[in-house]
C-alpha cells in the first residue's frame, strides 16, 4: 500500500520496516497517521511472510513527540464526551493490535519518544535504544491522568509499580542508562549503530521456526495477565506440542 505519514519496506525476506514519517513534525501523530497505522497492523493480522517488524521514526529529532497536539486541540473544540471517548479508545486499540499481530515488533527508539511515542515503544515486543533515547509518560503533562494508552498495563509489568508510579505521576523523563538499568530495553547503542543492532536481532529470530516465533510472543502475552503457574505450563505445553506437530510432519 502507499502511505503518506508512514512508510513501509520489506527489508529482506521475513523482515520488515516500518517507518513513522512526520519528521517536520517530530513524528507527532495525526489523526491521518492514526488511521493509516490501523491498517498496516490489519494487514500484518494475515502477513504470513513477514516475521519481524522493525518500528523507528523518520528525521534526526527523535522517534515520535505524542500525539499533534495542535491539530488535537482543534478537533476537540468539536467533540462531546461521547465522540472524545471513542476517539480514545480508537488510539487503545492500536496498542492492542500492536500484541495481537504475530510479527515480532522491535521498536528502535533515538530521541524522545513521549505520550503515545512512548506507549509505541511499550507496546514493541522489544526495544533497541541510542544513548540518548528518553522516554516520556507525557500525558499528565497536558492536563490529563498519566494512566494512558496503556502505559498503566505495560510499565509496571516491566519496571514495577514503584517506578512505573513516579514517571506516570510525575511525567519526568526516562532517561536511555535508566531504562537499560530498569530492564525496559534491551540494547543501547550509539546512533550509527541503531539500525545494524536492531537488525541483527531480527535476522537472528528469523532464523528460528516461524511458528516458534508466534507461539512464543503469544505466550509472554498470555502468561502476563493469566491466573498461576498452572495455567502457564498450559499455554507452554500446548504450544510446544503444536510445533512438535508441525516438525514431525515434515520428517513423517
Not at 528460528?208 to 498452572?230: C, F, H, Q, S, W
Amino acid at each position: 500500500m502507499d502511505y503518506d505519514t508512514i512508510l513501509y519496506e520489506t527489508l529482506e525476506p521475513g523482515i520488515g520496516v516500518l517507518t513513522l514519517n512526520r519528521p517536520e513534525r517530530y513524528n507527532a501523530v495525526s489523526q491521518h497517521m492514526m488511521e493509516e497505522l490501523e491498517g498496516f497492523w490489519l494487514e500484518r493480522e494475515n502477513d504470513t511472510d513477514t516475521r519481524i517488524v522493525l518500528l523507528r521514526g523518520n528525521g534526526e529529532k527523535g522517534f515520535c513527540a505524542g500525539l499533534d497536539m495542535k491539530e488535537a486541540l482543534e478537533i476537540q473544540q468539536h467533540m462531546d464526551a461521547h465522540r472524545f471517548y471513542h476517539a480514545q479508545c480508537r488510539m487503545g486499540r492500536l496498542m492492542l493490535k500492536m500484541r495481537q499481530v504475530p510479527q515480532v515488533i522491535v521498536c528502535m527508539v533515538h530521541g524522545a519518544a513521549a505520550g503515545i511515542g512512548f506507549s509505541f515503544a511499550l507496546a514493541s515486543d522489544l526495544r533497541v535504544i541510542t544513548t540518548d533515547a528518553r522516554f516520556c509518560a507525557a500525558y499528565i503533562n497536558i492536563g490529563f491522568g498519566g494512566a494512558d494508552m496503556a502505559c498503566s498495563y505495560f510499565l509496571p509489568r516491566m519496571i514495577g509499580a514503584g517506578r512505573a508510579y513516579e514517571f506516570m505521576l510525575t511525567g519526568s523523563f526516562m532517561s536511555a542508562h535508566e531504562a537499560m538499568d530498569l530492564g525496559f530495553a534491551s540494547r543501547m547503542v550509539e546512533r550509527d549503530a541503531l539500525m545494524d543492532t536492531a537488525l541483527g536481532l531480527a535476522r537472528t529470530m528469523n532464523a528460528k521456526n516461524p511458528a516458534g516465533l508466534r507461539l512464543t510472543k503469544e505466550a509472554v502475552n498470555l502468561n502476563m495477565d493469566i491466573g498461576g503457574l498452572e495455567q502457564a505450563l498450559g499455554v507452554e505445553n500446548r504450544n510446544q506440542a503444536l510445533i512438535y506437530a508441525e516438525l514431525f510432519k515434515k520428517h513423517a
